[in-house]
């Protein structure tokens, strides 16, 4: 069996630019919303706080190479940069990206996700603002958009699917309808340019039984997650009849109640014990999620996975090792984590200040045994 590659998604998120700056205010980054964020309900860990890093910042060589280290040493392959190209040559959060490139540091794996979606104030309150909107202009900003990524494909860094450069498609229905030969046009362009077409991953952003192979993808992301986690969020609040019923009648007697904000909170073991990794009809890559809080980000309309721990984590890599164990027609054995750094969504593989290096311990873990078990 091929080896397994974790790779992990990564925000570069965490410097200023000059759009936050006019949207947010001077000097916003992710750890803006991290370090404001407060509990909502008694219990809730909030605010959450990096661990052995502290608050980074990503223009810093150092921090960049430390993060790579870090992940290397307990088993994660690569990292998938987040990549935002809006059309018309716009780009934002391109900075780290172009660092890494330039300076050949750090010397660890990376692809990239184009997250071809548009930007709302909607984390922030601000649902009607558009602050970057996604579009798909014209052939010449096509053949722009690869001619940027070119210097990146060829780099010996950036990983490569049988001499095809890895690209994750975040939104495929988005730039199916955008653009249906986007794909194809790119997959011509790479052949000209010496590699073998281009490696095209749907994220797991839609369902796993939609067509990705006539929209032109050579494999995805699993969705398992998400569909595991769908009924539990979608359950309405458990009220008892006896309460049920005081609510009813001192509604009839016209008592109104006072409603408090409610936060949806699911059950992290819940959710994994539903987890089943299935196929769709492209090559499918198990993800995992080490957790999820996006309250920072969102307040009271964010959603939690409450009661997590390293040690539901490592079930999670457990399961999907196992998918993985009898897919040996696949051409890598890729299981994706979801997310390296997002820290204002509780999103984290990275050391925060309770658990330490739990969760990249538990990869480790399973990934070693699975190792000494081939």
Known sequence: ???IKPLAFYLPQY???????????????????????????????????????????????EVREQQAQMAKDYGVHGFIYYHYWFGSGKQLLERVANDVLKSGKPDFPFCF??????????????SEKILAKQTYPDEQDLIAHFEYLLPFFKDERYIKVDNKPLFIIYDPNHLNDGDPHYISKFRELAKENGFDGLYVMASNKLRDDLDFKSMGYDSKISNAFQKAWIPHIDKK???????????RIKRLIGIKKKEQPKVRIQDAQAVVNDLKFE??????????????????RSGYRG????????????QQVEKAVKYLE??????????IVKSWNEWAE?????????????????????????????
């Open 279 to 296: 196929e769709s009809n492209v090559t499918t890559y198990p993800c995992i999620l080490p957790n999820w809080d996006n309250t920072p």
């Open 326 to 335: 009898d897919k040996k027609d696949y051409p890598e054995q890729f299981l």
């Open 237 to 247: 609040e458990y009220i008892s009849h006896s309460q049920y019923y005081k609510n």
């Open 15 to 61: 410097h200023p630019v000059p759009e936050n700056d006019e949207w947010w205010g001077k000097g916003f980054t992710e750890w803006t919303n991290v370090g404001k964020a407060q509990p909502l309900f008694e219990g809730h860990e909030q605010p959450i706080y990096p661990g052995d890093l502290g608050y980074y910042d990503l223009r810093v060589p």
């Open 113 to 126: 996700c184009w997250a071809n979606e548009t930007w709302s104030g909607i984390w922030h309150g601000l």
């Open 346 to 374: 509780g999103n984290i593989l990275e050391p925060d200040r309770k658990y330490g290096f739990g969760y990249l311990n538990a990869l480790k873990k399973i990934l070693n045994k699975h190792s000494r078990n081939e």
């Open 1 to 3: 069996m091929k080896k």
């Open 303 to 314: 959603i939690i996975l409450a009661n997590n721990s390293p040690e539901i984590f490592e």
